[in-house]
């Protein structure tokens, strides 16, 4: 096969733009290495963002990707949905590979992130406080944004949190 | 923290219908190993059915799962679009650990599933022939519905099949 250009170039404002309304959806789906087998487990998850722009979720102590995630703090989101008309694989989304990071109940941040997190998803106080339900932060390592059939940006950090 | 019965129950009438309709989406999200780190990643692919009902995509070597999936053929996939209202966790969406088999361009299946995929993805006519896209059959090892809070059931391949 013919050697091509590198397809992903670097994000634009337009880029960033987009990427900014995909970070404000309220779900992500989340890849995650299996507990017991290490082998790659996918999962929906609500998403949110910390006060400084880390992508967090909520999650309860069921939910199987918290076995993973403590196992494999190395994981990978998905922002985007596709929408009802034309191709799916048109439509913009953002996968971000991060690492996560379990906010513990009497960690001094975990205040901040239950307020702001509230303000953004108030249907959550009906299990925000349970014992089983836990923050996690997602320190974002490397983003790619797909908008489109060779439409491929790379995100820094700064991109994201901007 | 205190044990809990098995969330999970054996799939129903009902769950299966819900399932059917989610493997009848034109998309999916897919968690793989990545071929260079080993560490989860994930994409949006196109999803189909092969004529015998096991889950398939089409892809370009050029997306960077191809690579992942050559390396480590088990993967999960992710069904199921959260739509505009409510909390996002209680849409349905199917989880299916898989494992990846490429289909050669000389494999004596590619013609029945070529059929079969431009009937339900007619727009994939413009590219389905280019040498750098292939097909990619899916075989399920479990299944898992999650119809929302606290309704989660385990699929059979033939409740997947059904």
Redesign the interface.
């Known amino acids: ?1 013919a050697t ?1 250009p590198d ?1 992903v170039a670097p994000a634009d404002a337009q880029a960033r733009a987009i990427a900014r309304d995909l970070l404000s959806l ?2 992500a ?6 507990a017991a087998t290490g ?8 998403f949110g963002r910390a006060p400084d722009g880390t992508p967090m979720t909520l999650i309860s ?2 939910a199987p990707h918290v076995a993973g995630l403590q196992a ?1 703090p ?5 922002l ?3 929408g009802e008309k034309g ?3 048109t439509h913009p ?1 953002l ?1 971000i ?1 991060a690492t996560a990071r379990f906010i513990a109940p009497d960690d001094p941040a975990r205040p901040a992130l239950r307020d702001h997190w509230l303000a953004h998803h108030p ?1 959550s106080k009906l299990y925000i406080d349970f ?2 339900f836990s923050f996690v932060l997602f320190t974002p390592q490397e983003s790619l944004l ?1 908008a489109g059939f060779a439409r491929a940006y790379r995100l820094t950090a700064q991109d994201l949190a901007a």
Do not use: F, T, V, W
């Open positions: 096969m091509r397809p309220g779900h789906a989340l890849a995650y290495a299996d082998l790659p487990a996918i999962s929906r998850i609500a102590a069921l494999q190395a994981c990978a989101l998905m985007g949905e596709p191709d799916p694989l989304r996968m590979r249907k014992a089983d797909n």
